[in-house]
Each structure stands twice: as structure tokens, then as C-alpha cells.
């Protein structure tokens, strides 16, 4: 059972332009929604994250849009350049208990060409 | 990095040997898990601990079994090593239950 789905798979974007990869849940438990960064040979970085009790937050370039009625939130990445080029993945996090798992999407390959 | 290190980097081994990669952090926090990172799976949860000698499963538990003696280090074995082990290695802390951060990650392989 897929709890966070992602999407889409890849995304090419050509430089200056925005991207956005949408990401949707089912769990009404989750209470934390992370975005990760994760260039290749290295380890997911923590990129940005929002609380369901905001819509929207912004980090320089970086947006996380939040949908809480709907289940889904989305990073909008403005002035996409070449360096942003990585894998992304949403996650999310249960409140239930006390272990703070995340749940992670699939991940999304975006390509910024120069 | 939240002063995570993983040990070894890269490991080839053969079916059914088994093999222990060990995660080590520096700031004592309470919470570790162990992820496995597939192509098209993502990131899963293999298994976690919220302190030592407290340990509980993930979502791909079987074929794995953890140990924490210490605060600091995170010890994931394969008992048997099998071909379908063969992935990339992540271990994370959680700070203050919320932010998780990654290790840089060791690549198994498994003939």
C-alpha cells in the first residue's frame, strides 16, 4: 500500500522555469511533510518541510503548497536551474505513536537544462 | 551531515554470507532508522530505534535484524545475505522527532 504518491516520475525543465512535483496522501494522521534533495552517490538532504496548519512556505527559490482538505502538497521550485538538478521525494509523518516514521514518495528525477 | 557516519562505503559479498553495516552519530540523538533505496521503491524503512536497545520494524524487515548497545551507533545485519539485498544503505536520526537527516549512504552488492 502506497501511502504517498508521487508524482510525475521524471520532469524536464528548461532553465529559468519553474518546477512542480505534486505529491498526495491518505493518511489523515500525518501531521509533517518534508521535502528531500538527493544528488546522486550521496544521501537525501533535507530540503524543506511544512506543518498542515499552513498552506503555503517559502525558502529562497523553494515553495511547499499545501492542500489540506484535497491530501495533496507540491514543491514548486521558481528560476529552475542546472544545480537543481536531483532527485526529489516527499515525505510524510504519522503522529500515531511515538517512533516519528516517515513515509516517503517514490521520487521524482528532474532535469534542468541549461 | 548531523555527524553521521556509515561504514563501510561500498560492500561486495556473496549470497549467503552475512554482513553488518554500521551507522554512527555524534550528538546523541534518541531516534536512528535504517532505509534501503531501490529504483522505483524509493526510500523504506527496514528498521528503527528510539533508544538503546529499543528497536521495532520497519516496512522490508525480513532478512534484517538491528542492534543498539550505545546511543551512537546503529548496527544493521543481514543474517544471510541474498541477491535481492543488493541496494544503497541509508541510515538517518531524527532531531526532535521531526527532521530526519541521512547518512551518505553504503552500497551493498550482493552476487
Known amino acids: 500500500q502506497q501511502q504517498v504518491k508521487q508524482s510525475p516520475q521524471s520532469l524536464i525543465v528548461q532553465k529559468g522555469g519553474i518546477s512542480i512535483i505534486n505529491c498526495a496522501y491518505e493518511n489523515t494522521a500525518f501531521d509533517y511533510f518534508p521535502w528531500y534533495q538527493q544528488f546522486p552517490g550521496k544521501g537525501p538532504a533535507l530540503l524543506i518541510a511544512?506543518?498542515?496548519?499552513?498552506s503555503e512556505k517559502k525558502e529562497g527559490r523553494f515553495t511547499i503548497s499545501f492542500n489540506k482538505s484535497a491530501k495533496q502538497f507540491s514543491l514548486h521550485i521558481m528560476d529552475s536551474q542546472p544545480g537543481d538538478s536531483a532527485t526529489y521525494f516527499c515525505a510524510a509523518r504519522d503522529s500515531g505513536g511515538s517512533n516519528y516514521k516517515l513515509t516517503f514518495g517514490k521520487g521524482t528525477l528532474l532535469t534542468v537544462n541549461p | 551531515d548531523a555527524g553521521i557516519t556509515q561504514s563501510p562505503r561500498h560492500k561486495v559479498t556473496e549470497t549467503g554470507t552475512p554482513v553488518t553495516l554500521r551507522c554512527h552519530q555524534t550528538e546523541n540523538h534518541r531516534y536512528m532508522y535504517w532505509y534501503r533505496q531501490d529504483p522505483g521503491h524509493g526510500l523504506r524503512l527496514i528498521h528503527y530505534s528510539y533508544g538503546v536497545k529499543d528497536t521495532d520494524k520497519g516496512e522490508v524487515s525480513d532478512g534484517y535484524s538491528v542492534s543498539r548497545s550505545k546511543t551512537e551507533d546503529f548496527l544493521l545485519t543481514l543474517e544471510s545475505a541474498t541477491s535481492s539485498q543488493t541496494s544503497v544503505y541509508f541510515c538517518?536520526?531524527?532531531?526532535?522527532?521531526?527532521?530526519?537527516?541521512f547518512g551518505p549512504g553504503t552500497r551493498l552488492t550482493v552476487t
Open positions: 538517518a536520526i531524527s532531531v526532535m522527532g521531526y527532521e530526519q537527516y
Open positions: 511544512i506543518r498542515p496548519d499552513v
